[in-house]
């Protein structure tokens, strides 16, 4: 059994749902079966253990070519069973424990001591982190990415189909948009306050605060800047002899929201936080593409507008626009139509050359506003003009996609749970292109645009379209940038976009593929019944296992491997000696072979007090009066400070031993080394 126990100490074995609260057995009952088990092995041992001292001593005080036993070794017994006499009774330890047998008596006493604090330590089942497990997940897949027909049909509210079958979706998801979006702004705006506070501000990307967001009220995430530009590099590619462009260039990476779902999936058959009564946790990396959205803001003269803003034209001048007219009941033409061309068409991808249409804004948006253009045809983008205090104008482009060079990582645990994009990581061997290969890298996802604009409406972004100066508008509108760099003290208006956005892009990947395209029917875009999709994956979870907790109880291995080859060794002695002599140590054979001898000078004085001094260490024999076939104790050899003992012949009858067999086969014996 203790062998087994060194097994289950070295193997450290997981018990996962078969040790939990509501499971197949409770915390506490493996902990009080674990410690029964200790304390049988601990007593086993014990007696084993025991039995083997008593052997070995009994044996060599019958030989009578050996040393004999010395009252010091008869107590060794004592040390195991009751380890305070070795305090109570510290000479007996003084002159025995440096022998062969004392060594292993003391190492015996010393691990009956502590086997119960090492199986406690290395075997107990007890919470504690996994070792980082490298598997195929599975998470179940419904829509396409950014399915505005999938996201407001999962949006809830009680206003169902029934009673606005018109607005009743969108209605929901403009106030979900609205409230995550300006949720997560306000904690990235709070960093950012923070961070100046702290003289921590910077013009690198990469150094600036993270963009955040918030899933499902309770998991905070955390997305990553990436493909950092230089911003003034950038600004004087596209400025020209006469005006110094400013250009701010950002793309954003989220974590892919559906590995939420994934680890909560049955069929991944993982232990959950509220499994454990709220101690359990897991960490997950999980190799899948993440969403990204890009913003592009670069600042632009009137006259570089003219093009692309409807009241400026010859048709549209004078025309007082408006919230519902805009831009169905005005003279804009359609398809294939590519419109007027830009001094910023080959910044923005405008044009036949590029497949992309130039956005239309209906008019200038005056200072502190912003205008929104968000139904272009086939558009892949939506586009934002906003107006700055000293009423410079600044054109954004929003566009998203997935892209290839990131992994999810996801922390859970009862109070709530973390997840991030780790992105453009080298050693990272869990992005998701090291996991598919061929995968295409920046492929603009035209559906975005669609739940983009619903976004956009609802953040009032289109107010300017009536000089509505939105609180929202005039905020990003302070954030635009003045110098072709990044401000050290102040985010840009196309980090807030990006910010904002954020909650669009979790929306978008929630119940989409865990690959970058969509590999079902390409005339279907939302599933009937959601199919399993795998997914490569680290795992690392807390759940009861054995083995210890800390380094440092590794010493408590010791304890069990000399308990399982004492055993082992005890048991080959047995065989070995091929049957049991009586236990002369044993107190009730002790006393009647004491009682049955005569007198000895050995131990004159040690009547009333006990044996000390040399008397410990003298010799003794256990003799057979060969007439009366009578056993007795006599003393041997000894220091010169104790007499030899003194014999006197036996004068009075006594019983035959059932033993004169086994002594006269004994006494005829060499000394052993036990």
Not at 277 to 286: C, N, R, T
Not at 292 to 310: D, G, H, K, R, Y
Not at 539 to 561: E, M, N, P
Not at 642 to 666: C, G, Q
Request: aromatic fraction near 10%.
């Amino acid at each position: 059994m203790s062998g087994l126990w060194l097994g289950v100490a070295i193997a450290k074995p997981r018990f996962g749902h078969g040790i939990t609260p509501t499971g197949k057995m409770p915390p506490s009952t493996a902990t009080l079966l674990a410690a029964a088990i200790a304390k049988s092995i601990e007593l086993s041992f014990v007696t084993v253990f025991v039995a083997f001292l008593g052997q070995v001593l009994s044996r060599r005080a019958l030989i009578k070519r050996s040393r004999g036993i010395t009252i010091s070794e008869m107590s060794m017994r004592q040390w195991v069973m009751q380890p305070g006499t070795m305090i109570t009774h510290w000479e007996t330890v003084r002159y025995a424990a440096l022998t062969f047998l004392g060594m292993i008596a003391l190492s015996g006493a010393l691990i009956a001591m502590l086997y119960t604090t090492a199986s406690e330590s290395l075997v107990a089942p007890k919470l504690k982190m996994g070792p980082l497990e490298h598997r195929v997940l599975y998470g179940k897949v419904t829509t396409s990415f950014a399915n505005e027909q999938h996201i407001q049909q999962n949006c809830q509210t009680p206003i169902s189909e029934e009673i606005d079958p018109d607005y009743s979706g969108s209605t929901c998801i403009a106030i979900e948009h609205s409230g995550e979006a300006y949720h997560n702004y306000m904690q990235y705006l709070s960093n950012w306050t923070d961070s100046i506070a702290r003289g921590a501000g910077s013009d690198d990307l990469a150094k600036r605060p993270a963009p955040l967001a918030m899933l499902y009220d309770n998991t905070t995430v955390q997305g990553s800047w990436i493909a950092v530009e230089n911003m003034t590099e950038i600004s004087k590619k596209y400025s020209t002899a006469n005006y110094s462009r400013i250009v701010i260039n950002v793309t954003m990476a989220m974590p892919h929201a559906g590995v939420f779902g994934a680890m909560r999936d049955p069929l991944n058959n993982i232990m959950q936080p509220q499994d454990l009564e709220g101690l359990g946790q897991y960490d997950v990396q999980a190799s899948v593409p993440s969403p990204i959205t890009n913003v592009l803001c670069a600042s632009m003269q009137e006259e570089e507008l003219t093009p692309i803003v409807f009241s400026k034209w010859p048709t549209g001048n004078g025309t007082s626009t408006n919230l519902t007219g805009w831009p169905v009941d005005f003279d804009i033409p359609t398809w294939p139509d590519w419109l007027n061309s830009t001094t910023v068409d080959d910044l923005f991808g405008f044009g036949e050359k590029y497949g992309r249409r130039p956005p239309v804004f209906p008019k200038l948006p005056v200072a502190y506003n912003t205008v929104l253009n968000v139904t272009g045809w086939f558009a892949d983008s939506i586009y934002l003009l906003a107006t700055s205090a000293t009423g410079d104008y600044t054109m954004c482009s929003l566009r998203a996609s997935v892209t290839t060079k990131c992994s999810t990582q996801y922390h859970a645990s009862l109070s709530g749970g973390t997840m991030n994009a780790h992105c453009e990581d080298p050693k990272d061997e869990l992005a998701y292109g090291k996991s598919y290969g061929n995968a295409t890298e920046g492929v603009v996802n035209k559906d975005w645009a669609t739940v983009a604009a619903e976004w956009a409406k609802s953040l009032s972004l289109n107010a300017g379209i009536t000089d509505g100066a939105a609180s929202n508008a005039r905020l990003l509108s302070q954030l635009i940038s003045t110098e072709q760099a990044l401000n050290p003290s102040l985010p840009s208006i196309a980090e807030a976009l990006a910010v904002l956005s954020g909650c669009t892009l979790l929306l978008s990947s929630s119940d989409s593929p865990f690959i970058h395209f969509w590999n079902y029917s390409t005339t279907v875009a939302t599933l009937k019944e959601p199919q399993y999709q795998g997914f490569q994956a680290a795992l690392r979870t807390k759940d009861y296992a054995s083995g210890g907790t800390q380094q440092w109880q590794g010493i408590f291995y010791v304890v069990l491997f000399l308990t399982f080859a004492t055993n082992v060794f005890c048991l080959v002695y047995f065989l070995v000696r091929h049957g049991l002599v009586t236990d002369f140590i044993e107190p009730q054979n002790l006393f009647s072979l004491s009682l049955n001898s005569p007198p000895s000078r050995a131990l004159d004085g040690a009547c009333g007090s006990g044996p000390e001094g040399d008397q410990l260490i003298m010799n003794w024999h256990i003799k057979m009066d060969q007439e009366r076939e009578h056993f007795y104790i006599e003393n041997g050899s000894g220091p010169p400070s104790v007499k030899r003992r003194s014999t006197r012949p036996l004068d009075f009858e006594m019983d035959t031993s059932p033993i004169v067999n086994t002594y006269t086969k004994l006494s005829s014996r060499h000394s052993s080394i036990l």
